[in-house]
């Protein structure tokens, strides 16, 4: 089983100014992070809007993305659909391209069942060969998947890991010690640091998109034992994650990257552009620590 180990870009999903995908944009970010030393991307999770593409666009990304990898480092998609018939047929199309692993949110609005959650993962693993990395977000599904539960889900075949964007790291630490071949990415930028003491050695986080070698400095420090150091750097990331949950997470990655020279559009509506008074708190907040 692959272990993945280092920094994944929640990869923002770029738009021109007609709101189409643009791959010029996504271009540059990507090879600005491979620069970095990030070791692979997560396409199309919630820093990438995916919610907000159509089925097309969701797969003319990832053809975009795997084009401008080409294999360079890891692809990790998040497939995850409302009907399992739609997550297959993504997940098909992945299993078309170069990706390294296939992941995907419990579908959710519904209220499902355990054994319904547990077909859903299933049902995709007899129907193509790629690695499953569950990706277990509470507090945009609603869904709440327990120790048992998440146990289960771990031993469907396929099941590699777990992208965890939950403040539960006992949850995780457990799953951690019980599975660890798996590969579990913490979730929470914020939480870096406490998901590696937990055992996470691996992190998927939308503000790698625009600071990544803070956390591959944070790692190394954290590898070498600097943890005086590694504290102190946390603490700054955190007061830059805490001006960015405030104003919107993905409004606020599109904004950072237009700061430093990489034009992304703005985020699909519903969501609104920053207001001045967000965008000068940000910019000033960026400036501080960034
Ligand atoms: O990809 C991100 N989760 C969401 C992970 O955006 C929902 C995190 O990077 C958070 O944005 C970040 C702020 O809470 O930790």
């Known amino acids: 089983m692959k272990k993945f180990t280092g920094i994944y870009p ?15 944009a996504l271009e540059k970010v990507i090879e600005h992070n491979i620069n970095k030393g990030v070791r692979g991307f997560y396409v199309g999770g919630s820093t990438g809007e995916f919610l907000l593409l159509s089925m097309e666009e969701r797969k003319e ?14 692809i990790i998609v998040n497939i995850g659909a409302f009907a399992t018939e739609h997550t297959i047929d993504l997940a098909r199309h ?9 992941s995907a949110v419990p579908p959710f609005y519904f209220k499902f069942n355990l ?31 327990d120790q048992k539960a998440l146990e289960q889900l771990f031993a469907i075949e396929h099941v590699v890991g777990m992208k965890h964007t939950s403040y539960d790291l006992h949850q995780m630490q457990r799953i951690i010690e019980k599975f660890p071949d798996t590969s579990v990415f913490g979730g929470h930028d914020e939480l870096f640091l406490p998901a590696y003491s937990l055992g996470a050695r691996a992190a998927i ?48 990655v599109k904004a950072a990257l237009r700061f430093q ?7 699909r509506k519903p969501f609104m552009p920053l207001s001045l008074a967000e965008e000068e708190k940000w910019h000033k907040t960026l400036e501080k620590y960034c």
Do not use: W
């Open 10 to 24: 929640a990869l923002l999903t770029p738009f021109d100014h007609a709101g189409n995908l643009n791959a010029v």
């Open 261 to 267: 020279g990489i034009d992304c559009g703005e985020c």
């Open 94 to 102: 992945a299993e078309s391209l170069d990706v390294a692993a296939i």
């Open 115 to 145: 054994s319904e959650y547990l077909n859903f993962y299933a049902d995709i693993a007899k129907a193509v060969s790629l690695p499953m990395v569950i990706y277990n977000i509470p507090v945009l599904t609603g869904v709440h998947l």
């Open 61 to 74: 990304l990832l053809v975009l993305v795997t084009a401008i990898v080409s294999k360079r480092v890891d």
């Open 205 to 252: 986080g939308s503000t790698f998109n625009f600071m990544a070698e803070k956390f591959i400095t944070l790692e190394k420090l954290f590898i070498a034992g600097e943890m005086e150091k590694a504290l102190i750097l946390q603490g700054e990331i955190n007061k830059i994650v805490e001006v960015l949950t405030e104003i919107g997470v993905f409004k606020g």
